[in-house]
């Protein structure tokens, strides 16, 4: 199957200082590939080269070396551009132009017959959430309800394909929870979404595949229930009403018992600790179940691990150069 995206050993090297220009080194030979219908988060912490990656996709920089392609074609081709939609991280409009000016404006650049705009434009803003501040300046938006306009550019042409950078900035709980719904509703229709983002909750939720960058390397990348981090290293179990001496006689079988309120116990146990065995005793001596969790590494312990190893090896290579 052919990828929707694909980048291979794509780097991006900038001139920096002015005296004496050095290269600083923003993206670092990134070799992905995301799937037809994939949600896919593309996560990092600031500066770890995920605006670059966006940028050199759109084409609005150029890369040094490496490769990357769209939907089978070369980023620069301009037929696929008529199949994507993109959300910059700080997207700038043209601010005494009304939201339904400004998508009519782009409208008229993706050439759209004027029945098509009628009735596209106000469809994506009520979407979207932009109700009577539609005919507003846009000078006068708040920094989210620009948000809402810019994912509304990006999603005007019906895109096969729809790269957001940073799309849950500056949103409210509500605005968040609209986004994650229409990128699920996205994904349902078979378009292909690449998200960047330092919100990793976000990805957890809504994510099928994820690649982690850190100083513009590739850190870890792979589905989520794939990754090895993510298997189970314990369980929880969450009981009330435990006799004492019953608690007590569990305790040297288990990693943990913290009182929680009341009468109910949150209870440790390592991966192999046989959960429901120890819940049939407990239950056996009067015990009520509340929950029972598997716990796992959470995709921001791993962001932190990889990112903190990253880190390290950049480190390391700089301290071996130095003694050269």
């Not at 949600?39 to 966006?54: D, I």
């Not at 306009?149 to 790269?163: I, K, R």
């Not at 390592?270 to 959960?275: F, S």
Request: glycine residues 8%; contains cysteine; positive net charge.
């Amino acid at each position: 199957m052919q990828a929707a995206i694909r980048t291979h050993d794509l780097t991006k090297d900038y001139q920096v200082g002015f005296w004496r220009p050095r290269p600083y080194r923003a993206l670092d030979g990134l070799s992905i590939e995301v799937a037809p219908g994939d949600v896919f988060g593309f996560l990092g912490p600031n500066g770890a080269g995920k605006t670059t990656t966006l940028k050199l996709l759109m084409q609005l920089v150029f890369p040094t070396s490496g490769t990357a392609e769209i939907l089978g074609r070369p980023v620069g081709d301009v037929a696929v551009r008529r199949r994507i939609g993109y959300l910059p991280e700080n997207p700038y409009f043209y601010d005494h132009l009304t939201a339904e000016e400004l998508l009519h404006y782009y409208a008229r650049l993706f050439r759209m017959a004027a029945a098509d705009r009628a009735r596209r434009v106000p469809a994506i803003l009520d979407r979207l959430g932009v109700g009577a501040e539609r005919r507003m300046q846009l000078r006068k938006f708040s920094k989210g309800m620009l948000q809402r306009v810019g994912l509304a550019q990006a999603l005007l042409n019906d895109p096969e394909v729809v790269f957001l950078d940073e799309p849950m900035s500056g949103l409210d709980p509500l605005g968040r929870r609209d986004v994650r719904s229409l990128m699920l509703e996205l994904r349902d229709q078979g378009r292909t979404i690449f998200f960047s983002s330092h919100i990793l909750s976000d990805a957890e939720a809504l994510c099928s595949r994820v690649a982690i960058v850190a100083k513009g390397r590739l850190a870890a990348a792979g589905r989520l229930t794939d990754l090895q981090e993510f298997a189970v290293h314990g369980w929880e179990l969450v009981v009330s009403r435990v006799p004492a001496a019953v608690l007590d006689g569990v305790r040297s079988r288990v990693r943990r018992i913290t009182a929680i309120t009341g009468d109910r116990f949150a209870i440790d146990l390592p991966a192999d600790g046989r959960p429901e065995q120890l819940l049939a005793e407990l239950m056996s001596a009067g015990a009520t179940l509340v929950a029972l969790n598997p716990v796992r590494e959470t995709l921001e312990d791993l962001f932190v691990r990889r990112v903190a190893a990253v880190g390290e090896g950049a480190r390391g290579s700089e301290e071996t150069h130095a003694r050269r």
